[in-house]
């Protein structure tokens, strides 16, 4: 521990800078109570919000001075550059970001823990001491070549569980814990329980760290494919080979065996019958939770090894299209300038402008299956002409009724100029229709020109008849209410 290194971690450590904040016991108060507490690795944007907006509420009915900014606030400058007491990530399974404790919050909960735990009084150098000289002497044992050792400490064993065994049959009573060593134990076990969960996170930041790498070498450009696939591949292989590697890797090995699963539950399951640790309810409840905690823990980091993997996958696909390829060039340009203004971001002005606006579609929208067309057979005859049916067919192309768009839209826009929002049955007092096929006509104008239509309620319109002695022709129609229409604004 030298000088140098002393005064680069106060100057530069998250965990000092959560430490030397005005809102140090609140903020960790409730990073506790949401990730340690109910033993969650990652919290969704939306839960982690409401909670926090819960917290403040609660704490300004006692102290209504502290914490005064938004929730939204806290948890973006919570994962700062120059806090990083919270990882915020995108998850493929969820909708919204995920937020989850980085090794430096991790390490000032695990030093503010055994600071209170020593406050209270409790502290366990007994069991401590015990372990550290186990611990020794399984690495004597354990390093030593010579068989002739390894056999007298084999032997010594054997004869210490013999004596063991022969005094609980000839007194057919054995030797109980003192209630102090019982609790003392315990509380050195969930101790180190404690501590384990904590490296999970810089394990996971070893992995995030060299997929980091690579994705930078892939986007400034200016490596060989083959550079950046050994660069990734000996870094992985380094980092499994590292001491935090290997025993991370033993491991999950340790914990992925359903036989030492069952026997940890046995075990977990039978310290809550010790009447001892009865009063001993937060250490119980973080042991009960550790399988499954653990299990969680292994999880989110083979989750992040994999999106490694999932990297160097797309490193080493080149069977891409040109539209692919086009996109990919694109993308690169943005991270290229990204990462070229990571150190130095701009401190004024808009960096990024996102689209915000989005085309929302409902599955109702769509239409219904309806079977494919089916062409009816045609007898396919001579065909003889028959000039009446030609005369009659020319006679009723000339009847037939010709709009006037441009007319019918003028009628349009001068009704709602001078009356304002006008039904159908309005315009049609004013301008009397020609007949059904102009009151279709207007219809169309009022769908294709986004006037109001209104499917659910109707009207009904009674034209006069087209010739004499015919009856009013009735039309039962959607409403339609003509609007001043946004252009014509402008």
Known sequence: MALHQLCQYFESSPAIRLFRSAQAPFIVDFLVQQFKADGRIAIPYADLHSALLAYQGKLHETDPNVMRDKASTYLVNWCRGETRWLHRTLVATQIEPVYQLTRHTEEVIQFLDRALQQDRG????ESRLRLVIETLNDLVVGTTDDPQARLAHLRGEQKRLQDEIDSILANQSVGRYQPAKIREQFSAAVSLLKQLQGDFRAVEEK???IARQVQQRKTIGGHKRGEILGFALDAEDILKKEDQGVSFYEFVRFILSPNEQTKLRQVIQALGQIGELSDQTEGLQVVRRMVPLLLAEAEQVMR?????SATLRRLLDVRTTPERQRVSELLQNIRSLAVSLSANPPKEGSFLELETRANLNTPWSRTFWSPPVE???VDLNEHVMDD???????????????LDWRKMRNHVSQLVREQGPATLADL???????????????LQIANDDG???????????VLPPSQVGQPPVTLTIPRVTFRV???SLT
């Open 122 to 125: 409790f502290i366990g150098t």
């Open 375 to 377: 062409f009816a057979q």
């Open 388 to 402: 009446d049916r030609r005369l009659e067919a020319f006679r009723m192309l000339a009847e037939m009724q010709r």
């Open 428 to 442: 049609l007092e004013i301008y009397p229709p020609l007949g059904a096929i102009e009151v279709l006509g207007y």
């Open 207 to 209: 992995f995030k760290e």
């Open 304 to 308: 992040t090894n994999q999106r490694l």
């Open 451 to 461: 006037h109001q239509i209104e499917h659910e309620a109707v009207e009904k319109l």
């Open 485 to 487: 229409r946004e252009e």
